[in-house]
């Protein structure tokens, strides 16, 4: 079944640490978005790709790094996690945003 | 200005009524036009979306799109108590979806 999935679901980490999140979708979708969401609060556009090697920043400044080596594949880099970084990550992809985005089930990352 | 402005609420409505959620843009050449239900501590999903003026309906949802006045709105007819979540207007922008904060909608048995 065609889907999007991130891991790991939950994290906790200490503050330093280097953390990846991983975002991988078997819908073939060019498009793949990160999102970062705090409770109860906006969706925030942190980086989007449109395709293989193609990666831009989105509205919110953000410390993280993406990459988009292969199609299906948009993972999200911290190189020193901070308490400020605490947050829900979510994941997206489309077709076209014409047709809405799929969301993966978010990460919540907790640094200490 | 925001470029999706939604009221954030609670709006509380009881079983079995209708519930009225509202979303105001700002980007008159938008073309595509999503409501997404979230709940609690979970990833938003898809529950409508409409590209043309007027009324499209999906079972109890329905869509309304007015893009003379930038207005999309979303009504849910006989609420149930599994409709309580926060409703996201979402609308095309310069390629990108641009979210508005969402209505929080409590619907009480």
């Known amino acids: 079944e065609a889907d999007i999935y991130q891991t790991p679901r939950y994290l906790v980490i200490g503050t330093g640490k280097k953390i990846t999140l991983e975002c991988s979708q078997t819908m073939g979708h060019d498009k793949m978005y990160w999102y970062q969401q705090d409770p109860g609060m906006e969706l925030h556009l942190i980086h989007y790709?449109?395709?293989?090697?193609?990666?831009e920043k989105g509205d919110l400044s953000s410390e993280s790094t993406v990459s988009r080596i292969r199609t299906e594949h948009f993972p999200l880099t911290l190189e020193s996690a901070r308490p400020s970084h605490t947050s829900q990550y979510l994941c997206?992809?489309?077709?076209?945003?014409?047709?809405?985005?799929?969301f993966g089930s978010g990460t919540r990352l907790t640094v200490v | 200005q925001k470029e999706v402005e939604q009221n954030s609420g609670p709006l509380s409505v009881p079983e079995g009524a209708i519930a009225s959620l509202n979303c105001t843009y700002s980007d008159r050449v938008s073309q595509s036009f999503f409501w997404y239900r979230q709940y609690s501590g979970k990833s938003p999903e898809l529950i409508m979306s409409?590209?043309?003026?007027g009324d499209k309906e999906d079972g109890r949802f329905t869509a309304q799109l007015n893009k003379a006045s930038q207005y999309v709105s979303l009504l849910i007819r006989d609420s149930q108590p599994s409709d309580s979540a926060t409703y996201l207007c979402a609308v095309t922008s310069t390629g990108k979806l641009i979210f508005g904060q969402g209505t929080t909608l409590q619907v009480k048995p």
């Open positions: 997206a992809s489309s077709d076209g945003s014409a047709y809405g985005y799929t």
């Open positions: 790709s449109y395709g293989v090697n193609s990666t």
């Open positions: 409409i590209y043309s003026n």
